[in-house]
Nanobody, 127 residues
Framework: QVQLVESGGGLVQAGGSLRLSCAVS????????MGWFRQAPGKEREFVAA????????NYADSVKGRFTISRDNAKNTAYLQMNSLEPEDTAVYCC????????????????????WGQGSQVTVST
């Protein structure tokens, strides 16, 4: 059973930064591509960022490009989402997700392609 646990959320003022972490149980973390998604109140869950199992390939939603950075440390079984220049519109519950990747360059933007999900971490950005 693969378990994902997010941490690092909280309350921050607009313009501030937060770093989310996603710790993944098991010894096969390096075989998973990882994604971050978020769901704001009253809205559907949306893609934020994804990273290949090697860490060499990444993709971002247009709304966060240039402000957010996804990364991973395979030795620590952890994925990260560094969020800078936060805006009130970034307020949401952020979830990490994992899916088995059969290519070192593969990642997915589609929620339905992820097999494992964390419980979510609340990020609130105040004006």
């Amino acid at each position: 059973q693969v378990q994902l646990v997010e941490s690092g959320g909280g309350l921050v003022q607009a313009g501030g930064s937060l770093r989310l972490s996603c710790a993944v149980s098991g010894r096969t973390f390096s075989t998973y591509s990882m994604g971050w998604f978020r769901q704001a109140p009253g809205k559907e869950r949306e893609f934020v960022a994804a990273i290949s199992r090697s860490g060499g390939y990444k993709n971002y939603a247009d709304s966060v490009k240039g402000r957010f950075t996804i990364s991973r440390d395979n030795a620590k079984n952890t994925a990260y989402l560094q969020m800078n220049s936060l805006e009130p519109e970034d307020t949401a519950v952020y979830c990490c997700a994992a899916t088995r990747a059969y290519s070192s360059s593969a990642y997915s933007l589609r929620q339905g392609e992820y097999d494992y999900w964390g419980q979510g971490s609340q990020v609130t950005v105040s004006t």
